[in-house]
């Protein structure tokens, strides 16, 4: 299949050029379409990815468009937005294509794309991707200790979730990661949803659940991943900086996790259980589930030293 890869950057000089390397050595036949939306930057960002353009020439066909958007509108959705249909441009058709999202600092592994299309081949509408801290960029022995506990907090739920309402198209093992650094989605769905919202932040969220309102096949092979880097200072409202931010908070002042309980998703897998015997089901849930209570956070997560 056809597959286009889209990407946001913003004053992304010194991240765009490792993306692109590692784009270019993806073990992918043929010319990989890349769409690379740059907005509001004041560094050298539109330079740098026009060198990769001549330096990865033949490998990958990059498209650069350049915005500035009003400062109401400077945010993760519009830029997306902007990647993924100026990827729609470079498809030749849209029956066995589909846009991959990734971010400015992600470095994905060679068999990225190839892994993405097998998933597809086997049913996926859409096909997350594990986002892995660059090891190249590792993280200090505390903070690395609270994202591990994540890690196995997010596990042991995937495994609630797996016992009580199992997904035949999404079979353990699998991950549980769909966000804008490694999101791909049939070219004809991600028209049918309208795209990308132009949200401040969570607009790759947006998309999925849109989508799987339609009723859409969301699944997570853990064989599709990206590496990005841990940095604390992002480009995107609520984006993983945040996170990171708190894990190096909480690291640095000694203070635990909290997590809901595990019987909160014993709990809610079972109500998903019981909605999706209906022939809407799936897309029921999707509607749902964002209007229920969100669930308290009373369990201290355990650190292993």
């Known amino acids: 299949m056809t597959l286009c890869v889209c990407v946001p950057a913003r004053n992304e000089a010194a991240r765009l050029p490792i993306l692109l390397d590692a784009l270019a050595m993806q073990d992918w036949p043929g010319a990989i379409p890349v769409a690379i939306a740059i907005n509001n930057s004041t560094d050298d960002s539109r330079a ?33 937005r902007i990647a993924m249909d100026t990827g729609l441009g470079l498809l030749p058709a849209l029956d066995s294509a589909a846009l991959v999202s990734t971010d400015a600092d992600s470095r994905p ?3 990225w794309l190839r892994n993405i299309a097998a998933a597809f081949s086997r049913g996926a509408d859409m096909v997350g991707g594990r986002i892995d801290i660059d090891s190249d960029e590792s993280l200090p022995p505390p903070v690395h200790r609270l994202r591990m506990a994540w890690d196995e907090y997010w596990a042991a739920v995937r495994a609630i979730e797996d016992a009580i309402d199992p997904l035949p198209w999404d079979p353990a093992p699998r991950h549980g990661d769909h966000t804008g650094a490694s999101l791909a ?80 998703w014993r709990e809610r897998s079972h109500w998903r259980k019981q909605l999706r015997a209906r022939p809407d089901g799936a897309a029921l849930i999707a509607r749902q589930e964002p209007l229920l209570p969100p669930m308290p956070h009373d369990m201290m997560l355990e650190l292993h030293p």
Do not use: W
């Not at 060198?51 to 830029?79: K, M, N, Q, W």
């Not at 795209?195 to 092979?221: F, N, Y």
């Open 109 to 111: 592994p060679t068999d």
């Open 48 to 80: 740098v990815a026009d060198a990769a353009r001549h330096r990865h020439a033949g490998r990958l066909d990059i498209r650069i468009v350049e915005r500035t958007f009003a400062p109401e509108l400077a945010h993760a959705g519009s830029a997306r």
């Open 185 to 264: 989605i049939r070219a004809k769905l991600y028209l049918a949803c309208g795209g990308v919202p132009a949200i401040a932040s969570g607009e790759d969220r947006a998309l999925v659940l849109a989508a799987l309102a339609r009723g859409a096949r969301l699944v997570h092979p853990v064989r599709v991943y990206t590496r990005v880097s841990p940095r604390l200072e992002g480009r995107a409202e609520g984006g993983m900086a945040v996170a990171m931010q708190v894990l190096f908070e909480r690291a640095e002042n000694g203070l635990s996790l909290m997590a809901p309980a595990f019987t909160h």
